[in-house]
């Protein structure tokens, strides 16, 4: 049965219709999965729409949820936007002046939070924000009345305020407000983006095309549901047909995969990072013919490539490396893992290459909340993939790049503009349609794009030479002692760079060598690690033009986390905080007069993937 799909939830018709299932979403309580068919999803989220009515809200009215992933936030996606009420969907982790800024402007008439903690930090932000009515909880809280109130008042009210919403329905067309997503950013207070019907359908029902799996296939859900990215994905799986289960925390991840067994999952880099440090790990606690063995398959992955022309040897060396050791990391993430969708930053060409020599392939995308959120994306049905790009242009979105190499895109998926700021919009969306993305790019072979920098975050030395911060940053990741990173220098003499060590993988490291240390502010000082790290560096510098060369660098003994505000609720490096919170070792690094670290407390890195499970899991 073909549904034509023009408003966001049009998907639920079809979802029931085409692909009914008893596990249309998975969740997990007290540590027991649990499910909802395609038509409790479609039931639950129409008396949601009803309650919401019944509470006195009318279309265009605004209704917030803050919340960790969970199957009933589809309930509330959907049955606010039949309802004809704007979802504004907020991250669980932000400040709460971030809270209260978002939701006064806004306006936002009713919250809906996912549990104690969550409604005890909204709770306390009531007293200044006359539009909030009340607050709902997905879980049950104390003092705070529950979301299945909105859906009995919904089935009660049924008869009432069924031909409301069925008038709601029919009057809301494509190019109506669907949502207002709050852009974190890395500077300034956050922006409300505008986005329609028309901008989120259009960018899912394209990159559906973009792989075969389907009906009889799963996916678990971790990344930030509020955040474009895992929402539009979110869509996408809907649309598909797929079972969805939803993981609330990072540490949830490896039970989910040896208990899911998902077909599919949508990463950030960082993870795939942590993922692929833990098989780097994993193959030193070997010893003779086996970790042989697997460095010698671990080794073969760099030679991996999309489209690679048939090499019946190299095609029989990758038999054996399967059979001996990728078989068993398929099977460390569930046995049936062959697509990880990657977004939200620059993926590291030797992680695409061994997951994909392993057989799970990873198709990166690009794109910003302001374009719904794909501008391109990797193409597996048509097999337009290629490592170190992030594909070509979805179809129905044009790019093209401006003298100074900025992206430029334009199409159906382009945000409507930024709540309450037409001049902040104008600065980006020109008459013309074009959105100006801020983001530095190329294309490869004709039509990969390739994301080469941050306008913005460019720089020019003192003598004149430009320098790409984020590429060498992303350099310096690929060192296992390496976390994060910031490169520095802006109308300076040279370059240098800020680092935040990957403090796991030291400390192995340091226990090997028997290097003892009260914290990690000793850690960072010790002789022997900055050694280490100054060979890391020179390393990483060979690479570089001899202007890019990190010619100083100082470690800090934080880990850089969005709790501590070093980045962004999606790992984005907040730069103007970091450099103001290092001020006075930024300065040491270009005084003569000072040339000793600087360094302040612990702050411990929450969002972390489970390594020494995998390495549990990977048996030989």
Request: proline share 3%; hydrophobic share 35%; aromatic share 10%.
């Amino acid at each position: 049965m073909s549904i034509d799909v023009k408003r966001t939830f049009d998907l639920l018709e079809r979802y029931e219709k085409n692909f009914p299932r008893k596990d249309a979403l998975g969740g997990k309580r007290n540590g027991e999965w649990y499910v909802y068919s395609t038509s409790e999803y479609k039931e639950k989220s129409n008396q949601l729409a009803l309650g919401m009515l019944a509470l006195g809200l009318e279309k265009g009215d605004k209704v917030a949820t803050v919340s960790t992933n969970r199957p009933e936030w589809n309930f509330a996606d959907m049955g606010l936007a039949m309802a004809g009420i704007i979802h504004v969907p907020i991250y669980p982790t932000i400040s709460e002046e971030e809270y209260r800024y978002i939701l006064n402007h806004a306006e936002v008439k009713y919250v809906i939070v996912g549990d104690t903690k969550l409604f005890e930090k909204i709770n306390l932000l009531l007293a200044g924000l006359n539009s909030i009515k009340g607050i709902y909880s997905f879980e049950d809280v104390e003092g705070c009345k529950n979301y299945e109130e909105i859906l009995q008042l919904g089935a009660e009210k049924e008869k009432e305020f069924e031909s409301v919403l069925r008038k709601n329905k029919i009057s809301i067309e494509p190019d109506d407000l669907a949502t207002l997503i709050y852009t974190s950013g890395t500077t300034g207070v956050p922006k409300g983006v505008m986005l329609t019907h028309r901008n989120l359908v259009s960018n899912f029902t394209e990159h559906v095309n973009n792989h075969q799996l389907g009906y009889k296939h799963k996916t678990i859900s971790f990344l930030p549901l509020c955040h474009v990215y895992e929402r539009s994905m979110n869509y996408h799986f809907q649309h598909k047909g797929m079972g969805i289960y939803y993981v609330g925390n990072l540490g949830g991840i490896m039970p989910a995969l040896k208990e899911i067994n998902p077909d599919m999952f949508n990463s950030v880099p960082r993870l795939l990072e942590r993922i692929y440090d833990g098989l780097v790990s994993k193959g030193k606690d070997l010893e003779g013919i086996k970790r042989v063995i697997y460095f010698w398959a671990l080794n073969r992955t760099r030679k991996f490539s999309y489209n690679k022309k048939f090499n019946p040897f190299f095609a029989m060396g990758q038999r054996i490396a399967d059979k001996l050791v990728y078989s068993k990391w398929r099977e460390a993430f569930g046995g049936n893992l062959k697509i990880i969708v990657s977004g939200g930053a620059a993926l590291q060409p030797r992680i695409a290459r061994l997951l994909g020599a392993a057989g799970i392939l990873t198709l990166e995308g690009y794109g910003l909340t302001e374009t719904s959120p794909v501008i391109a994306v990797s193409n597996l049905t048509n097999r337009e993939l290629k490592i170190g790009t992030v594909g070509p242009a979805l179809p129905g979105m044009q790019i093209k790049i401006a003298d100074d190499g900025e992206i430029l895109c334009k199409g159906p998926g382009v945000m409507k503009g930024y709540y309450k700021a037409p001049d902040l919009t104008a600065e980006v969306l020109n008459e013309d349609g074009w959105f100006h993305t801020g983001d530095i790019g190329v294309f490869e072979d004709g039509k990969y794009l390739k994301i080469t920098d941050r306008k913005k975050e460019m720089f020019k030395l003192s003598g004149g030479k430009y320098i790409a911060p984020q590429m060498i940053e992303n350099k310096l990741k690929e060192s296992f002692f390496i976390e994060q990173a910031m490169v520095i220098g802006d109308n300076e003499k040279f370059a240098s760079s800020l680092i935040s060590p990957n403090f796991e993988y030291l400390h192995d490291w340091c226990s090997q060598r028997k290097i003892h240390f009260r914290d990690n502010e000793e850690l960072v000082q010790k002789s022997e690690v900055i050694a280490q790290y100054q060979k890391e560096v020179a390393s990483i510098n060979k690479t570089l033009g001899v202007h890019e060369e990190i010619k100083r660098f100082r470690l800090v003994c934080e880990e850089w986390t969005p709790q501590s505000g070093e980045l962004s609720p999606t790992l984005k490096l907040k730069r103007n905080f970091v450099a103001q919170k290092y001020k006075s070792i930024i300065e040491g690094i270009y005084s003569v007069s000072k040339q000793n670290q600087t360094n302040g407390g612990l702050l411990r890195l929450n969002l972390r993937f489970d390594m020494n499970e995998l390495r549990r899991r990977l048996r030989f």
